[in-house]
């Protein structure tokens, strides 16, 4: 591997990309911008940040990119003078007390204050009154706004017990209707802020401005893959094409396969060796495992499931034997981006992702469990009079009828 590769090998491993020229933590050289796309994203937000007091909510699956673009808003607003930008990871928060200190310690910090008693008050904050209060004394006369940001604040209630839950979720709450002194509050989020609230409506739900991140288009990607390589490392269209099917238009995908095409340039097979590597890659599986463990419904698994087991697609016909709740599962994957909908059918759009699964060591444990029943409507729909049984699905004979 020449210097020119080995430098975009490790650029492809950069957990948070820039939208500007930026010194690299690791090559300690100069680097041009990698982040792409998300340009219509970035502009709702500032707006929304400057013009109301509204929550922004970046919502969008696992490894779709709300870290590097929470991070690029918040690195945004430290360049202006007007705002406290505060960043709380979810890793380090454990209770609703232990937020609010976060919070204010933060805030206490970043104004150089020096003032014992409010020292001493934002360290025994327990409620959201006294969080409120002591917040108020600290901005009195400040002229500063508050840019709350929370990356993965789904992941932080998940982690907490249902009591605790509501009381972080209170805390933030506190902050969106208060007017007693100007925040704003940046979110990020995998599940859509109604379902991790707890038997209320609030304005998480009601009054955010929620930005849903979405796999780019051919263009965004094309732009991105020609920008990343600098024009340094030629990519022809057919090349892009392929980079766009495999990856599903996911950032994540492309860029795992571009850190093992680096390595196999100018070879014909060169795409099918990086697609091979980055499956074999233990931290995409560990992705890929924990979407599927930690973010999918029984009747998400289901769909995705029996997608792989048919080669990635579903006609229409065997569409049909499918009951109502898999269909929904299919319109919500359809919505966060995995699979496709085409000829009055259903596609697996990550193709990626399907030859990981269809090599998952759980694979055939999976599918039995979710989606045998599934498998065996569609076998007795292609022969209504064959005697299709659980077996006969995992030993391969559907497979090979098929």
Known sequence: MDALQLQQRVKFAEY?????????????TAQPKDFYGRQEAIQKAKTALRLSSRPVIFIGERRAGKTSIFKLIMRSLRNKSDFIPVEISWLEV????????????????????????LLNA???????????????????NSGKIVALGIDEFDALLFEQSEEERKKIIGAVISLVESDEFPVRVILTMTREPASIETGYTSPLTTKSEKIRLEPFSKTEMDEMLIGILENQIPISEQERNEVFNLS???????????YYWVETIGRDDALRLAMEKAIQDTGLGDAIEHIYLKHLSPSERTILLALAKLGGKINAKEKSTLDVSIKAAAQVLIKRGYVVERNDGYEFRVALM?????????FEEQAEQYAAEVLIAIERQKDPWAGIQRDDIFNGIADEEA
């Open 354 to 362: 399907l030859d990981w699964f269809c090599r998952w060591a759980r």
């Open 248 to 258: 599903g238009g996911w950032p994540y995908f492309a860029k795992a396969l571009l």
């Open 122 to 140: 934002f360290e025994k904050a327990h409620s959201p009154a006294e969080f409120r209060h002591v917040m108020q004394g600290m901005l009195e």
């Open 16 to 28: 948070v990309w820039h939208d500007q020229a930026y010194l690299h933590p690791q090559l300690k």
């Open 94 to 117: 454990h209770s609703a007390p232990e937020l609010m200190r976060e919070i204010l310690a933060s805030i206490y910090e970043k104004l150089a204050l020096s003032n014992e008693a």
